[in-house]
């Protein structure tokens, strides 16, 4: 069992920015990959960026290519995505969660999620 917290989310307004946390506990052993989901009211849940652990080698959906960067502190099981230049359409509830796998984009892949944290983004 690996159990996930993400923090850091608020209300910032478009052009603003936020880093997002997320801290991995428990069998954190048999994690791989991380990464950053985000899912807004009434719609699927998304890929926004990925990690490799050990070698730190990252993934990005291409609407945030340029504006977020995950990166991931091994020594302390942790995972942020600093979020810069945010427009509305980055408001949604952004879940970080941790596996094996090796699809990056399928939330199937991903064994453990957190609660979320949401990020509201005003005009």
């Known amino acids: 069992q690996v159990h996930l917290v993400e923090s850091g989310g608020g209300l910032v307004q478009a052009g603003g920015s936020l880093r997002l946390s997320c801290a991995a506990s428990?069998?954190?052993?048999?994690?791989?990959?991380m990464a950053w989901f985000r899912q807004g009211p009434g719609n699927e849940r998304e890929f926004v960026a990925g990690?490799?652990?050990?070698?730190?080698?990252?993934y990005y959906t291409d609407s945030v290519k340029g504006r977020f960067t995950i990166s991931r502190d091994n020594a302390k099981k942790m995972v942020y995505l600093q979020m810069d230049s945010l427009n509305p359409e980055d408001t949604a509830a952004y879940y970080c969660?941790?596996?094996?796998?090796?699809?990056?984009?399928?939330?199937?892949?991903?064994?453990?999620w957190g609660q979320g944290a949401q990020v509201t983004v005003s005009s």
């Open positions: 990690v490799i652990m050990w070698s730190g080698t990252t």
């Open positions: 969660p941790a596996g094996r796998g090796s699809t990056w984009t399928v939330p199937n892949e991903y064994a453990y």
């Open positions: 428990g069998r954190t052993f048999s994690v791989s990959t």
